[in-house]
Every structure is written in structure tokens, then in C-alpha cells.
T-cell receptor, first 110, second 114 residues
């Protein structure tokens, strides 16, 4: 079992839709949770960074962490074609390396 | 701040040849990471440095792979006797070393082994 799991998709939504991306993890020691966005042939770009359980909002993006169920979510409101990318969730504990999920491919159709 | 820089962007080589990649991190970042990514997969950890010290190396990394960060600034990743299975995107990231460090990635080096 991989430490971080995601549904690889692809996920296709119409412009303006609310997108929900989900991720699970297995290591109870994970304390920090991240979402990265990766465009084709580019390096991952940090979108959201959260510590422990709770919600964090940044513009159209909301990250949720539920440590009791080891479940991480990213919501994108009013999705735009420019949001089309692969979304990687990632986790780590306080002093260890960052472990990535396989990514979910998202297409937002105009 | 110019971000994390990786060179070359693309490398095509024949099986059995040696290749070397370079990463220049964000200047004030003392941690530097190497990851490998294949199509449809997330980045896979290879190794990381704090300043010039290599703190961890993935068990999946064969002895053909070696990384250095001689002065705690730029880093090189060398692959000896390349194999077709080494074809991948090699990503470098840097961060501060505080517990809540955030990784910032370069654009990667795409390696194709023929």
C-alpha cells in the first residue's frame, strides 16, 4: 500500500463547476499536508499548505484535512480552463521527506 | 529570487552512458531534494541534503545514482551506466529547514535513454 493515494482520474468538468479532489494517507505521523498543481512538462507548484486537521481557504481554493479518517480534500470553486492540470496531494511528518500521491488529472472544459 | 533552476531541461542519451544534472536552489534555502517522476505518477523521493550533508537516500536508489552538494549551494545528480528504465523527469526542490518548510520545485530535467 502506498502512503498517499489518489484517484488518478481523469476528471472532466464544465467551466464554473465546483471541483472536489480527494486523497487518503496511511501514516499517522503525517502532520503537514499539501496540494501541488502541475502543468504538463513543468515542475509542481505549491497551492495549499496546512498543518493538522481543519480547513484553509485561499481565493477559489479550499483545503480540508480530517486526520481522524486520514482524508485530505481540495475544493476549487468557479473552476476555470486555466485550472486544467494534474493535482498532487502530499504529506510528511515534522522532519521527514515529502511523500506525494500519484496525482489527479483535471480538465476544465470552456 | 529566480527560483529553483535545473539544467539541462532535456537530455537524450544512449544506454550505458553517464549523465549529470545540475540544480541551483533558491539562495537562502539550506535543504535540497531530488525526486524522480514518470508519466502518470507523482514525484518519487530519491535523496535530500541539508547544507552539504546528504541526510537520506531512498532504498529504491541503485548504486548507479550519486548526488552531491559540495558547498551547500548547487547540487549535481549523476547516473552511471544509464538504463532505459532511468527515463523519467528528474525534479529538484529546495526549502528552508524549519519544521514547516515548503518545497519549491524547478522545472525538471527530462531524461530519455535510448
Amino acid at each position: 500500500q502506498k502512503e498517499v493515494e489518489q484517484d488518478p482520474g481523469p476528471l472532466s468538468v464544465p467551466e464554473g463547476a465546483i471541483v472536489s479532489l480527494n486523497c487518503t494517507y496511511s501514516n499517522s505521523a503525517f502532520q503537514y499536508f499539501m496540494w501541488y498543481r502541475q502543468y504538463s512538462r513543468k515542475g509542481p507548484e505549491l497551492l495549499m499548505y496546512t498543518y493538522s486537521s481543519g480547513n484553509k481557504e485561499d481565493g477559489r481554493f479550499t483545503a480540508q484535512v480530517d486526520k481522524s479518517s486520514k482524508y485530505i480534500s481540495l475544493f476549487i470553486r468557479d473552476s476555470q480552463p486555466s485550472d486544467s492540470a494534474t493535482y498532487l496531494c502530499a504529506s510528511r511528518d515534522s522532519y521527514d521527506k515529502v511523500i506525494f500521491g500519484p496525482g489527479t488529472s483535471l480538465s476544465v472544459i470552456p | 529570487d529566480t527560483g529553483v533552476s535545473q539544467n539541462p531541461r532535456h537530455k537524450i542519451t544512449k544506454r550505458g552512458q553517464n549523465v549529470t544534472f545540475r540544480c541551483d536552489p533558491i539562495s537562502e534555502h539550506n535543504r535540497l531534494y531530488w525526486y524522480r517522476q514518470t508519466l502518470g505518477q507523482g514525484p518519487e523521493f530519491l535523496t535530500y541534503f541539508q547544507n552539504e550533508a546528504q541526510l537520506e537516500k531512498s532504498r529504491l536508489l541503485s548504486d548507479r545514482f550519486s548526488a552531491e552538494r559540495p558547498k551547500g549551494s548547487f547540487s549535481t545528480l549523476e547516473i552511471q551506466r544509464t538504463e532505459q528504465g532511468d527515463s523519467a523527469m528528474y525534479l529538484c526542490a529546495s526549502s528552508l529547514s524549519a519544521p514547516n518548510e515548503k518545497l519549491f520545485f524547478g522545472s525538471g530535467t527530462q531524461l530519455s535513454v535510448l
